[in-house]
């Protein structure tokens, strides 16, 4: 079967070389944001009997071993709960296995396999996290700026440091606007990031914190870019009560069976928590300007394609 890409031409291409380099950049200055604020980087888990379930379609994908199960990793967002036992702030750069339909292709933001910087803070509020992320991006864009010029001058992409705070809109404002779209149409008005706050239980998964008094809806957001690039973050509160987490899992008409070995950890104890996932692909692709993500990787891995 052929290939989608040549990569012999594709890994020769001025858009890969330069958004790679700014992608190296991005990680680095991550790790070493995090680092200097306490946050202790630990392993990714590439398989496992529980994943995220994510809330859109998607391929399963998952591999037998001595006849137990195990999920390829769709995000780590279980295993950073449990992680805030050993430690009050984790991060890691997690590789992401989502295999996405093959209209996905189309968006331009999406990849089957891609890396997200995902972390977590023991007993912090949405409203921290959110903080840390605005602070985070800031620097990642100073950084870029100052060390990828001849890169982002090549791409002809001129980066504004934008103001803070970000701005903020409701989920039901955004959708009362401008309806299913919303996403899409506000992200291509936008000049700078802006958050969407407080979705409802049904576009969510289960882990997201619903408030204790306005049910059916969530402590969590997303953060997104600027000039229609769409999503770059999720995250939020979460929920870490073991009754609680039971009825959101059925409330999602899922079996609680299936996510045995977390349940088993809830049930002793889990702290509560707040974190965000970032896709690094994505914010790469937003900072260099790129319409399409694959350029933002040497292997790309393009929804409903053979890639190697
Ligand atoms: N659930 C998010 C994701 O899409 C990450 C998070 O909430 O931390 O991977
Ligand atoms: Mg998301």
């Given at each position: 079967?052929l290939?989608?890409?040549?990569?012999h031409?594709f890994?020769?291409?001025?858009?890969?070389r330069?958004?790679?380099?700014?992608g190296?950049?991005?990680?680095y200055?991550m790790?070493?944001?995090?680092?200097?604020?306490?946050?202790?980087?630990?392993?990714?888990?590439?398989?496992?009997?529980v994943?995220?379930?994510?809330?859109?379609?998607?391929?399963?994908g998952?591999?037998?071993?001595?006849?137990n199960k195990?999920?390829?990793?769709?995000?780590?967002?279980?295993h950073k709960?449990m992680?805030?036992?050993?430690?009050?702030?984790?991060f890691?750069?997690?590789?992401n296995?989502?295999l996405?339909l093959?209209?996905?292709?189309?968006?331009?933001?999406?990849?089957f396999?891609f890396?997200?910087?995902?972390l977590?803070?023991?007993?912090?509020?949405r409203?921290?996290v959110m903080?840390?992320?605005?602070e985070?991006?800031?620097?990642?864009?100073?950084?870029?700026k100052?060390c990828?010029?001849p890169?982002?001058?090549k791409?002809?992409?001129?980066?504004?440091?934008?103001?803070?705070?970000?701005?903020?809109?409701?989920?039901?404002?955004?959708?009362?606007?401008y309806?299913?779209?919303?996403?899409?149409?506000?992200?291509?008005?936008?000049?700078e990031?802006?958050?969407?706050?407080?979705?409802?239980?049904?576009?969510?998964?289960?882990?997201?914190?619903?408030?204790?008094?306005?049910?059916?809806?969530?402590?969590?957001?997303?953060l997104?870019y600027p000039?229609?690039?769409g999503?770059a973050?999720?995250?939020?509160?979460?929920?870490?009560?073991?009754?609680?987490i039971?009825?959101?899992?059925?409330?999602?008409k899922?079996?609680?069976?299936e996510?045995?070995f977390?349940?088993?950890?809830?049930k002793?104890g889990?702290?509560?928590?707040a974190?965000f996932?970032?896709g690094?692909?994505?914010l790469?692709r937003?900072i260099?300007?790129?319409?399409?993500?694959?350029?933002?990787?040497?292997?790309?891995?393009?929804p409903?394609k053979y890639c190697?």
């Amino acid at each position: 079967m052929l290939q989608v890409i040549d990569l012999h031409e594709f890994l020769k291409d001025e858009r890969v070389r330069c958004a790679v380099k700014v992608g190296s950049i991005i990680r680095y200055t991550m790790a070493e944001f995090l680092q200097n604020k306490g946050f202790i980087e630990i392993p990714p888990v590439i398989i496992s009997p529980v994943t995220d379930p994510l809330a859109h379609p998607i391929f399963n994908g998952e591999i037998s071993y001595y006849d137990n199960k195990y999920y390829l990793t769709r995000s780590m967002i279980f295993h950073k709960q449990m992680a805030l036992l050993a430690f009050d702030k984790i991060f890691c750069f997690s590789p992401n296995i989502r295999l996405e339909l093959a209209e996905k292709a189309r968006t331009g933001r999406h990849l089957f396999e891609f890396t997200q910087l995902d972390l977590e803070v023991k007993g912090a509020s949405r409203e921290e996290v959110m903080q840390l992320a605005e602070e985070m991006f800031i620097e990642i864009l100073k950084r870029v700026k100052e060390c990828c010029k001849p890169e982002l001058e090549k791409l002809g992409r001129e980066l504004k440091i934008p103001s803070r705070p970000f701005k903020r809109i409701s989920f039901e404002e955004a959708y009362n606007e401008y309806g299913k779209e919303y996403e899409e149409i506000l992200s291509s008005e936008a000049k700078e990031p802006f958050w969407i706050i407080d979705f409802p239980k049904w576009k969510r998964e289960f882990y997201d914190r619903e408030f204790e008094d306005r049910e059916g809806w969530l402590a969590d957001m997303d953060l997104i870019y600027p000039e229609g690039f769409g999503e770059a973050l999720s995250g939020g509160e979460r929920e870490y009560k073991y009754e609680r987490i039971v009825k959101r899992i059925q409330d999602s008409k899922m079996d609680p069976k299936e996510y045995f070995f977390y349940l088993e950890i809830a049930k002793r104890g889990l702290p509560p928590s707040a974190g965000f996932g970032i896709g690094i692909e994505r914010l790469t692709r937003y900072i260099c300007g790129l319409r399409d993500i694959k350029y933002t990787t040497p292997f790309p891995k393009i929804p409903g394609k053979y890639c190697i």
